[in-house]
């Protein structure tokens, strides 16, 4: 019997010199696979592409951010590539199996996922070199997460022994001469979180379109390439005043929060809805930017839809203060220009883990997103200091922050540490904020309580309290209703006299239920209806959008003053959104939630009303005795969205109220709702489960620790759809809904048919589209996906069968192995209906549905 041959000991082989070990793969215009640039060259790239982006920063925040020797690290970021197995995988992808080196022959590259592949030699071979401290683990992490090489030595048999360490350390010393650098002699954490991000993105525009060509020169290339990747400096018109940019003169707050906020540091601005928080935040990012102490603009928002009103204003504001020939002014004024006409690299192309709007705007110059994305620049989550880079030394400005439940409110605070620390500029705005909330954000005792303040916290000063003249009162009519047939008649009644009444629930279903309710009856009386809430495409989200906000704003008063009309929605209504009500009906709600609302009525002393009408809410509650008894069957799912013991505090205010005063009884409502005391009965029960939880329910402590647990730098990094920036939406994902999916084997593609009809080929080859098509492409099919509930989603379709589609050429698929979710894809047939590709149903115990009109649905069979 013959044996099998002895599989040779890494150890035992020689050593490839590092010249020779290539970096990666270089596609020929014939689709050919070759060997492409080497290590050396690759990494000396990388580090010139460090050195040019940290340019873009200013003297006082690259001094802050950036400690000399920052390029070098960024270079040495794959001097793990130096190893058996890697050199071997690389030979085998372009000889097709064949093997460059003999003596490699019994080398298995697939052990690279025991140590993470060579971002996890880095990481030990620069341990063993006694760099300074956190630089291997920056090393480490360019792919996105932390290796496992705890129990790994950078001399083992699998990294090929001392003779591989010894090219490994001869390659750090050339990259040393080439870039006349040397290690950092220090890191401060946050120093090596946002150099984490640098190198990784450096890495991703160093393995981009330009530097593809072994053959071809890559000097001259550097700085095309980052301008072509959207790194432009910043440029702004100097010495403008408020009303140069904002067409109104300004107002007290925003004239003392100019004032105050001259420097870094973090700004919290407390003032009711409509007294231009929004305004003041910018005008002080101007500031900013004018006297060279911030590198851009992040504006976070609550949700992607307010995010996305915003971006009107924003866009006018950058509209106001950039000069006419600013490079990047193109990129920035248009939707998703950014993202379509910049070219990112390995990981920003189509299909790459960034190529994705939130994602990718936190690293453009000026940007518009969510509060969640930049909550993941603290937290192990994968490309977690990418986030970081992308925020460092910018201007921050966090809209609508409120009383978040304890695992989202505990990130919060870590976030705002970061930015401290990260040489930001940190402007809160807040309508409605406990006063024990604003001493853990701005981590300082609080000695006023006036509202509404300025409380000033600069990174090289004391903290300063700033009182503001109070605007003129204004009360509004509060009637607290337990029948929702009432409240639907009501405001059938104040729409037919000509009024624009705004309706707002708690969950999604419970809005589109009352959307179907109220359009089944506003057709008979001539009325229009809407609806708006987070499951809609992108597509049909921004339509409805641009419709509705524009009736309830304040420039269509010809369009306004035509009929009476009923809008529906979650709470994407009460944050952000500049809509003006003339009637509110609201289902009952935290204190600080009712007192947004609340902002959105008769927002505007100049918006034309009907005759009779009055400022009135009318709030869906139950009675208080029964709420305190029962609270999950008297709230109903409210009690599912918000904590029972909140409702209950925030009941006990409300009943018996006919009217609110705004804004003199804000403060005084939302510390009356939180302010602790001693509960006895049924209400100290609730409040042991607000704290410890039940069987259905995470309470405060729990949530606090997992939230420290998503921030804790040690253990498994996470995927993003594991770490949710608010417990309840952890477990979400993106649907893709398309009407037919057609696959020609004869051309190699598939034909794609979306909602509305239209057409797109998607090739199966790459090689088929140039960048920019795919980037285009890419897009268009981004804008047909709706975020749902995991629970909810469509069973999830084969990797390869998502491949076999083309589909991993426009989307990030995940990583199987890493427990991360792979893109959903559903059929929607003419009635609404979603299915899997092949017709089954798309999912085992409820019926899902997609409509233009009423969005995403899941519905039981009882139902």
């Given amino acids: 019997m013959r044996r099998p041959p002895t599989r040779a000991k890494v150890a035992s082989l020689p050593a490839v010199p590092y010249e020779q070990c290539p970096a990666k793969t270089f596609v020929t215009d014939a689709g050919n696979v070759t060997c492409g640039r080497n290590v050396f060259n690759h990494c000396q790239i990388v580090g010139e592409v460090a050195r040019a982006l940290v340019t873009r920063y200013g003297a006082p925040l690259k001094a802050h951010l950036f400690p000399n020797g920052a390029e070098l690290v960024a270079a040495c970021h794959d001097i793990g590539k130096v190893s058996p197995t890697f050199v071997e995988k690389l030979y085998r992808a372009a000889g097709r199996g064949t093997h460059s080196h003999p003596s490699l022959a019994n080398v298995d590259p697939g052990l690279e996922r025991q140590w993470g592949g060579h971002a996890g030699v880095s990481q030990v071979a620069a341990k063993a070199m006694k760099v300074p401290a956190r630089i291997p683990e920056v090393l480490g992490q360019h792919h996105g997460y932390s290796p496992p090489v705890a129990d790994k030595r950078a001399q083992d048999d699998r990294f090929g022994g001392p003779p591989w360490q010894g090219e490994r350390e001869r390659l750090v010393e050339a990259l040393k001469s080439a870039l006349q650098s040397e290690w950092p002699e220090s890191l401060t954490p946050t120093q ?65 929060l100019a004032e105050v906020a001259s420097h870094p540091g973090v700004y919290l601005l407390e003032a009711p809805m409509g007294m231009g928080k929004t305004e003041a935040a910018l005008y002080v990012a101007y500031q900013q930017l004018a006297q060279g102490q911030a590198s851009g603009v992040y504006f976070a928002l609550p949700t992607q839809l307010t995010s996305n009103r915003i971006y009107t204003r924003f866009n006018a504001f950058l509209d106001a203060i950039l000069p006419p020939g600013a490079p990047h002014r193109g990129l920035l004024l248009h939707g998703l220009a950014w993202l379509v006409e910049t070219e990112m690299g390995e990981e920003g192309r189509p299909g790459g883990a960034w190529f994705n709007q939130a994602k990718r705007g936190l690293l453009a110059p000026f940007a518009v997103g969510t509060l969640d994305q930049a909550l993941m620049a603290v937290m192990n989550v994968k490309h977690g200091f990418v986030r970081a880079f992308g925020l460092a030394g910018k201007v921050v400005i966090l809209d609508e922050v409120h009383t978040y439940d304890a695992y989202t409110g505990t990130l919060l605070d870590a976030l705002i540490g970061f930015l401290r620390e990260a040489g930001c500029t940190v402007i809160i705005l807040t309508a409605t904020l406990a006063r024990e909330r604003r ?27 700033v009182a503001l003249p109070k605007p003129p009162a204004k009360s509004v009519a509060v009637n607290l209703v337990d029948r929702d047939e009432v409240a639907i008649e009501e405001a059938l009644s104040r729409a037919e006299a000509g009024q624009q009444v705004l309706w707002i629930e708690n969950t999604v279903g419970e809005a589109q239920e009352r959307f179907r309710v109220l359009a089944a009856r506003s057709a008979e009386l001539g009325l229009e209806v809407g609806l708006l809430h987070s499951r809609f495409t992108p597509q049909h989200r921004s339509a409805r959008e641009d419709t509705w906000v524009t009736l309830y704003g304040n420039k269509a008063w010809e369009e306004r003053t035509s009929t009476g009309r009923l809008l529906v929605g979650t709470q994407v209504l009460e944050q952000s959104l500049d809509i003006d009500a003339d009637f509110l009906v609201s289902r009952f709600c935290p204190t600080d939630m009712l007192l947004q609302r609340l902002g959105r009525l008769w927002r505007h002393e100049d918006t034309p009303r009907p005759a009779g009408s009055l400022q009135e809410a009318w709030l869906l509650a139950p009675e208080l005795a029964p709420a305190i008894a029962q609270p999950d069957s008297a709230f109903g799912v409210t009690a599912a969205v918000y904590s029972p013991y909140v409702l209950c505090r925030s009941l006990e205010l409300w009943l018996g109220r006919e009217a609110v005063t705004l804004p003199d009884d804000i403060r005084p409502l939302i510390d009356a709702t939180y302010a602790s005391r001693e509960e006895v009965g049924d209400m100290a029960r609730w409040y042991r489960e607000l704290q410890e939880g039940n069987r259905r329910r995470t309470g405060r402590r729990a949530m606090e620790q997992l939230a420290r647990g998503a921030l804790a730098e040690g253990g498994k990094t996470l995927a993003e759809h594991k770490a949710g920036t608010r417990y309840s939406d952890i477990d979400s994902v993106e649907v893709l809904l398309l009407r037919d999916v057609i696959p020609d084997t004869g051309r190699r593609g598939t034909q794609l048919v979306l909602l509305d009809g239209e057409q797109h080929w998607l090739p199966w080859d790459r090689h088929t589209l140039s960048r920019s098509q795919w980037r285009d492409l890419s897009a268009a099919l981004t804008r047909q996906q709706v975020r749902v509930p995991i629970y909810h989603a469509p069973a999830t379709t084969a990797l390869s069968t998502l491949r076999h589609h083309g589909f991993h050429h426009c989307f990030y698929l995940g990583q199987p192995e890493a427990d991360e979710a792979l893109l959903r894809v559903a059929l929607v047939d003419e009635a609404g209906t979603l299915t899997g590709l092949s017709g089954e149903p798309a999912h085992d115990r409820y019926r899902l549905a997609y409509r233009e009109d009423l969005g995403f649905q899941a519905i039981r069979d009882k139902d």
Avoid: M
Wanted: proline share 11%; with cysteine.
């Fill in 439 to 465: 001493q853990q954000l701005l981590g300082v005792e609080v000695e006023n309580n006036p509202y509404p303040l300025i409380t000033a916290c600069p990174a090289a000063g004391d903290p300063v309290e």
């Fill in 192 to 256: 090596a979180r946002v150099l984490a991000g640098l190198t990784t993105v450096a890495d991703w525009i160093g393995s981009g379109q330009f530097f593809e060509d072994p053959a071809a020169d890559w000097k001259p290339r550097v700085g095309q390439a980052i301008e072509e990747a959207g790194f432009l400096p910043v440029t702004v018109t100097p010495d403008l005043a408020f009303g140069d940019i904002f067409p109104f003169h300004p107002n007290a707050a925003q004239t003392r």
